[in-house]
């Protein structure tokens, strides 16, 4: 009986390994069945293409008031000092922020993703373009985090820069709202509102990587995470 039983596992264990390595050998399939063998989360920013502007596309036909609708309370880290933000308004009422090609790209950044967001929240997507310009795992400017991907469909890390639509500013008072967060976050105003982030996504939507990082902050229709 012990003899039997061994030479049916030895069998069992012969067809699994053959199965695998067809597997393997499949086009398409190969870099796949690496990265998720070796490391659960290996391949996770090119695979779950977007991450930060995965709503892009879902939301590029609504309103600004549409978009404000959507957008839940904002929820401070626990513990964080929340920092006294200028009212819209107040920065409405500002002369243009200018800068460089870098403020640009932030300017435009937040523009496409965080447009319908209340300053809160487009202060807190603008951290997580900062952090991820201080981590070494990302590039070392604003536009290369941006633009990180662009290229290649749905391979980008800011849909915005990949989904193959024109990027059409239509509304300049968003527009110049947008340049003015840019240009104090670069001149280096508190990033204290999202504890470190690093990623972050729409409320609506429930990426698998969500449950690999710690969430570390919700406002308006964002959630947003560190990496580990």
């Given at each position: 009986m012990g003899g039997t039983g061994f030479r049916l596992r030895a069998h069992m264990l012969a067809g699994l390994t053959s199965f695998c390595l067809c597997i393997a050998a499949m086009p398409g399939l190969a870099q796949v069945t690496a990265s998720s063998t070796t490391d659960p989360t290996g391949g996770i920013d090119l695979r779950l293409s977007g991450l930060m502007g995965a709503?892009?596309?879902?939301?590029?036909?609504?309103?600004?008031?549409?978009?404000?609708?959507?957008?839940?309370?904002?929820?401070?880290?626990?513990?964080?000092?929340?920092?006294?933000?200028?009212?819209?308004?107040?920065?409405?009422?500002?002369?243009?922020?200018?800068?460089g090609e870098e403020w640009a790209c932030l300017t435009q950044a937040?523009?496409?993703?965080?447009?319908?967001?209340?300053?809160?929240?487009?202060?807190?997507?603008?951290?997580?373009?900062?952090n991820r310009v201080d981590d070494l795992?990302?590039?070392?400017?604003?536009?290369?985090?941006?633009?990180?991907?662009?290229?290649?469909?749905?391979?980008?890390?800011?849909?915005?820069?990949?989904?193959?639509?024109?990027?059409?500013?239509?509304?300049?008072?968003?527009?110049?709202?947008?340049?003015?967060?840019?240009?104090?976050?670069?001149?280096?105003?508190?990033?204290?509102?999202?504890?470190?982030?690093?990623?972050?996504?729409a409320n609506w939507v429930n990426p698998r990587w969500a449950s690999m990082f710690p969430q570390t902050a919700e406002i308006g229709v964002h959630l947003f995470y560190r990496r580990p």
């Open positions: 709503e892009h596309s879902a939301t590029q036909s609504l309103s600004y008031d549409q978009l404000q609708l959507l957008g839940s309370a904002f929820v401070p880290t626990r513990g964080a000092e929340v920092p006294t933000l200028p009212r819209a308004a107040d920065l409405d009422a500002r002369a243009p922020a200018t800068g937040l523009y496409f993703e965080a447009r319908g967001e209340s300053v809160a929240g487009q202060v807190a997507v603008a951290e997580v373009i900062l795992r990302y590039p070392a400017t604003l536009c290369g985090v941006v633009n990180e991907g662009t290229g290649r469909r749905y391979a980008c890390q800011f849909t915005y820069t990949c989904d193959g639509r024109a990027e059409i500013v239509d509304d300049s008072l968003l527009w110049d709202r947008m340049g003015q967060i840019a240009r104090m976050m670069i001149d280096g105003y508190p990033r204290s509102l999202t504890n470190g982030a690093t990623h972050y996504h």
